[in-house]
């Protein structure tokens, strides 16, 4: 059975000028974001029994793929929303949710964003994709390419850890790496996504792309006995998942599936902290010089527009920002290990880094129900491993090594 897409058209988040669904990247009239529309009134009348099928594709009518025969797929989405009771406990936190975002075909949250970026590609007759990445968005868009059998001409910044320099080289079709920082590339970048000469799979203006991070809120309110958690909190770059989600919850709330929506917490690396920095002075988002961060998929010290929507947003509705220092990210990648078995990369953990700052602050209510984007697998990451000397053992050595770790 087909699920039917309930998207109308594209709408300006600025001077709200309407279009009809098509490829644009940008405001006619104001150069604005433009984001998708969609028919709640019919889908709130059909309710929640509209969701059918498994995976992202389950929330299709909230998503802006009318074929389903361009709807690709490698099994994305349907993500483990954890009880963490240990790690609650080790925080002082009543009842805390991970949203582990690590078991996504390609490791991470932007396979929910390549789905329909390359969907989109396919639907709008695209032949080659494109998107300028630390290495995580470069992995999933050539590997969601290779699937729909489109290009993909990716481009990655030099620092890139070894496992995905190795995932992307498998799947691209053309592997570029760039000298600098994201920053740095893409200004030229969306000028030839403007020219036309690839279908544009980056973060920053595709209202397609970011669509599919919007089943994180789905998926999270679904998976919580259909209930919105007090507060979510979300990995910032240039903003797209912490976009995505916010708009998810309010359109649950638009469709009365909610009372209300969850306090947003806006996360950030400190050494690439634009977003957090401009919303604790009250001012405008500056953009900053970055150099290197652990957390690399969060390395970008001009989010642009879409940090200027997450400013918005966290303002409109009262959210918060916070970042948190590499030191403190590798810490709670540890912590996170030790107490829940969950080995997610510094990426994937900058969130929880930040809402321990945040409850030691106490910036937070610890006795609410307080979900965590953990969007990353440890898998991708290149860290210095334990030393490899090896021993030998006979029988004897053995047996007293146990008992004295045991005893231990
Ligand atoms: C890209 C990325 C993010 C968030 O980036 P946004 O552009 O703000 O959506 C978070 N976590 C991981 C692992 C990422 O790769
Ligand atoms: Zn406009």
Redesign the pocket.
Known sequence: MTTESFATGLRCIDCGAGYPLSYRLECEKCRGLLELTYDLGALAARGPAAFQGRGLWRYAPVLPIANPAHRVTRGEGQTPLLESPRLAKSLGVKRLLLKF?GTNPT????DR?SATAVAAALQFGQRVTSVVS????GS?IAAYSARAGLRSLIFVYEQASAPKMLHMAATASDLIIYKGVYDDLIGHWDRLAEEQLFFDCG?SRNAYK?EG?KTLAYEIWEQNDRRAPDVVV???????????TVRGFRELKQLGWIDKAPLMVAAQATRANAVSRAWRDGGPLRPIEIGYTV????A?GN?GL?GEW?LRLLRESGGLAGDAEDEEILEAQKVLARTEGIWA?P??V??LAVLRRLLAAKQLDPSQTICV?V??TGLKTEAEVPPRQGTVFDYASLKALVLSRLAG
């Open positions: 975002d490791g991470t949250v932007k964003s630390s290495g995580n968005a999933s973060a970011q991070k979300a990995p910032v770059a240039v903003g797209e998942t912490f976009i995505a957390a690399e998929g969060l970008s989010p879409k997450t990369g990426t994937g900058a969130a984007i969007s990353e």
